[in-house]
C-alpha cells in the first residue's frame, strides 16, 4: 500500500490475510515438555491458528484447563481482532476472577497469544510521513506516537466488525498517543478472498474531502490491483 501512501502523504496500516477477520470456534490448550505448550485456534473458514506459550511454575493445569473452557464459551464466534475487546466487556459483566486462581496473569497471557496472532497481518508504509506534519513537531509527542504506531495499537482503532468507511478523529481513538490524530478505515477483499482493512493515519486537519473516496475505491477495486 506504499500507493496509498505517496497519494495522501499520510502513513497507511493494512490489517487483514486469511485469518484476520475469521470468527473462533474452537480453542485447544495442548501441553508439550516441560512447561510450554500450544494454544490452538480453529476458525470459521477452517483456519488453525497456533501460538506456544510458556506457563508460569507457580499455576496448576486445571486452572489453565478452567480458563481455556472459560474462553471458549466467551469467544465463540467473536472475530479474531476483537478478542481483547470482547474479553475486557465480558469481565466486567461477569464476576469470574473469584473462580479461577490465578485468573489475571492466565487471561494476560492467552489475550497476548490471541493479539500476536492477529497483529501477523499487520503492515506499515509510510511512518516517516507522519513526522513530517507540523502538529508532531514536539519530540515527546511524535515518540509516544511512533511507539504505539510499533506496538501495532491501531489494530483496536479499526473495527472490522462494521462495513464502510469509519472516521475516528482525536479522543475517538481511545489511544492518548493519538489523540491528535484522524484514522480513516475502510474494509476490503482481495482476489483470494482474504478480508482485512486499509487504514490511513494523519493530522485532525486531513483532507477528508479526497482521502474519503480514495479509500472508498480502493476498497472497491482492490480485487483488480
Known amino acids: 500500500?506504499?500507493?496509498?501512501?505517496?497519494?495522501?502523504?499520510?502513513?497507511?496500516?493494512?490489517?487483514?490475510?486469511?485469518?484476520?477477520n475469521s470468527r473462533i470456534k474452537k480453542l485447544q490448550f495442548v501441553q508439550?515438555?516441560?512447561?510450554?505448550?500450544?494454544?490452538?485456534?480453529?476458525?470459521?473458514?477452517?483456519y488453525v491458528e497456533s501460538k506456544k506459550i510458556i506457563i508460569p511454575e507457580d499455576i496448576n493445569i486445571n486452572e489453565i484447563e478452567k480458563v481455556i473452557n472459560l474462553l471458549n464459551d466467551m469467544l465463540y464466534d467473536c472475530p479474531i481482532a476483537e478478542i481483547d475487546r470482547v474479553i475486557?466487556?465480558?469481565?466486567?459483566?461477569?464476576?469470574?476472577?473469584?473462580?479461577?486462581?490465578?485468573?489475571?496473569?492466565l487471561i494476560s497471557i492467552f489475550v497476548r497469544a490471541f493479539t500476536k496472532m492477529a497483529k501477523d497481518k499487520?503492515?506499515?508504509?509510510?511512518?516517516?510521513?507522519?513526522?513530517?506534519?507540523?502538529?508532531?513537531?514536539?519530540?515527546?509527542?511524535?515518540?509516544s506516537l511512533v511507539a504505539a504506531i510499533e506496538r501495532q495499537e491501531?489494530?483496536?482503532?479499526?473495527?472490522?466488525?462494521?462495513?464502510?468507511?469509519?472516521?475516528k478523529i482525536g479522543s475517538e481513538n481511545q489511544i492518548k498517543a493519538m489523540e491528535d490524530c484522524t484514522v480513516i478505515s475502510v474494509p476490503f477483499?482481495?482476489?483470494?478472498g482474504e478480508k482485512g482493512a486499509?487504514?490511513?493515519?494523519?493530522?485532525?486537519?486531513?483532507?477528508?474531502?479526497?482521502?474519503?473516496?480514495?479509500?472508498?475505491?480502493?476498497?472497491?477495486?482492490?480485487?483488480?490491483?
Open 198 to 225: 486499509i487504514a490511513i493515519i494523519g493530522p485532525t486537519r486531513m483532507d477528508y474531502r479526497n482521502i474519503i473516496p480514495l479509500l472508498e475505491y480502493i476498497s472497491k477495486n482492490l480485487r483488480k490491483l
Open 189 to 192: 477483499e482481495n482476489e483470494l
Open 32 to 46: 508439550l515438555k516441560g512447561r510450554f505448550a500450544v494454544i490452538l485456534m480453529v476458525t470459521d473458514q477452517g
Open 1 to 20: 500500500m506504499a500507493l496509498v501512501t505517496e497519494l495522501t502523504n499520510y502513513a497507511t496500516v493494512v490489517l487483514g490475510g486469511s485469518s484476520y
Open 154 to 167: 491501531i489494530i483496536k482503532v479499526v473495527d472490522l466488525s462494521k462495513e464502510g468507511i469509519t472516521v
Open 122 to 143: 499487520y503492515f506499515l508504509s509510510g511512518q516517516s510521513k507522519i513526522i513530517k506534519q507540523p502538529e508532531f513537531q514536539d519530540l515527546e509527542k511524535i515518540e
Open 88 to 105: 475486557k466487556e465480558k469481565l466486567l459483566e461477569n464476576d469470574i476472577r473469584s473462580r479461577i486462581e490465578y485468573y489475571d496473569e
